[in-house]
């Protein structure tokens, strides 16, 4: 985006122009770009000194950009159902009302200004803590549809204790490519 023209680069364009000199030759001397000189120039045409005046009125959004009635629509369910997150209500307002809904991020800055939130991240899952003894805690991992050296289909699973850091155990478990008692294809 371009850089707004000062009220002096606008002055002197019109004085420069008004005594026959060309686009070129003012954009050069003023280091403007021609179109800017141009389009100064037209503007003082068309509306004189007014024309020379900035035009901020015309900057940013006119109103908001979603209806009144979807902004009470998300606030009345965030206060009747205080545990719902966001998506939840995002998907509610979708289903009622369309395509015509403020995205998560909106739904979250007004749920904000409302004091309807609490500040920081809200992490809502079970919290089991640390293992403070060994087998406390076991972190068991699964990998699949590997395919071994050989070519074979495979998966395994290991079990690790949390607190001692060690490997307790590590099945394979082989993918058969057939049922027993269904025929194999070729036989």
Sequence with gaps: MGTATSMAHREQVVGLKKECHSYEAISEQLSLSRSKVRDTWTRYRQQGEAGLSTAYANCGPKGPKTLPLLRRAALWLKRQHPAW???????????RYGHARPSIRTLNRWYAAECLVKPGGQDVRARIGAARAVHNIWQVDAKENLVLADGQPACYLTIVDERSGAWLAGLVFFIRTHLPGTARAGA
Excluded at 86 to 95: D, V, Y
Aim: proline share 9%.
């Design 85 to 95: 997150g966001t998506p939840r209500i995002h998907c509610g307002l979708r289903s």
